[in-house]
């Protein structure tokens, strides 16, 4: 395996800053990790050779952006935590810029499993499974009982209040030159239905199936990925960790796949004395919809004008249709009428596009990842993913596009191209004009999403329920 260009400072650092080591073994980035990079890094000491976990930016940079608090915060969050009893892994040298390795910190390796999808469904964790959701629960109840002015934080996190969060997220989408009137329905449903009141405490943000470390005999053992702390409602986090695009797959088990939401409340509520707002709860889960769809487009944006463009991101810009959806069904379920998959326009053509799409999506798939091992072997999975999406909108596409412009004339009563019309409806829910209870809007926005979830990701649980719910009806 190739050593990463920063192999010999990093070297140094080891050698310097851990005890009785004597030098860098090798550096793995792992799979995974959109917006910051993961190793595992092993060194050798005078007892033998020891694993080490480092959180890198992408790039070697800190994220430039508004959600992010950047690496030395996150480091200390961790320590912090840590020290007032939250599961963490120790955190043992903050990088500096003269190491020569860029931004981010070394910690300890902990063996336990990440992997949202393997979590929900290992033989290995059936035994803790039952348990994890009440975890959960327990966890974010220490993670907000943390005094905000006796550790510091309370000077080197943003507070945003539910309105403000709001506001800075759909800030953020509106920056960029998309106009998606789904999201745009839901943030203002969101603002319609603000929480009236609420507590003020240290957020995770990111606390999910994916960001936490399982063990099979103790289950939860650490809470990762503190990138996007701040201060604010602490529901927040509760509704982040229901929210359906981390239950990867387990529709009907709201916490993370795993467990029932009545677990993770009981656990928070045993633990901190506090009871839970179920309307605030699911305010925050649509949130969560509404947070990630936009999330999802970010990484399309950090692919055009950021300094790790891998395949993996305008995969991930993508998935923002599966948010959409999980927000379709939670707000305007109903009926759908699904678009069937078109033949190829010219059959006799030798080869389709259909073809050159499958024989490079099969020799990804095949002979790519049969021989590739980690992040490789990773990003040739989802570049074969992205070349079905392809394939899929050709297939599907067109006629979606043709069904949403007329539906789009007849309820904006004006004529013009997808483009003018989906801005002329953003515009009309972001003033106000478009009232939300609009049967033809309703109806609009669940014919798009859902046929576009049907090229995007097919086999979203979000996608199942909602064509499930179409045929009940």
Known sequence: MPQPDFFEALDRV??????????????????????????????????GDLQLCMRRGAGGVDRDNTSAVGLAAESLLMRTARAHGVVEPEVYYDLKEEDGVGVGFLMEWLEGETLGSRIVRSPELEKVRPFLAEQCGREL?????????????????????????????????????????MIDFTGAWLREHLPKQHDEALVHNDFRNGNLMIDGDEGLIAVLDWETSHIGDPIRDLGWICTNSWRFGQRDLEVGGFGAVDELIFGYEDESGKSIDR?????????????????????????????????????IGRRSSECQVDCINLLIPGPVDLIAPAAPSRPSDMPRVDELLASVRD??????????????????RVAGNSLDIVDRELAIGPELRRREEDRLTKLLQRSGCLDDLRWWLVEALRDGSMPLDNDDLQQYLRESVVNQVSIDQPKYSGFRFAAKTAEQR
């Not at 800053?17 to 917006?35: D, F, M, T």
Request: glycine share 10%; net charge negative; hydrophobic share 35%.
């Open 14 to 47: 080891v050698a310097r800053e851990i005890a009785k080591c004597q030098g860098l073994v090798a550096v793995e980035r792992l799979s995974g990790g959109a917006s910051m990079e993961t190793y595992r890094v092993v060194v050798r000491t005078d007892a």
């Open 141 to 181: 109840a220490k993670i907000h009982a943390i005094d905000l002015d006796q550790t510091g934080l309370r000077n080197r996190l943003p507070t945003l209040s539910p309105g403000q969060y709001l506001e800075q997220t759909w800030d953020r989408y509106k920056e960029w030159d998309t106009a998606q009137p």
């Open 279 to 315: 309307d605030t709860l699911k305010f925050w889960e649509v949130f969560g919809s509404f947070w990630w769809a936009i999330g999802c487009l970010g990484m399309t944006d950090q692919y055009r004008n950021g300094p790790d463009a891998t395949v993996e991101r305008p995969g």
């Open 363 to 380: 020799f990804l798939h095949g002979d790519v990842m049969s021989s590739t091992t980690g992040r490789t072997n990773f990003l040739a």
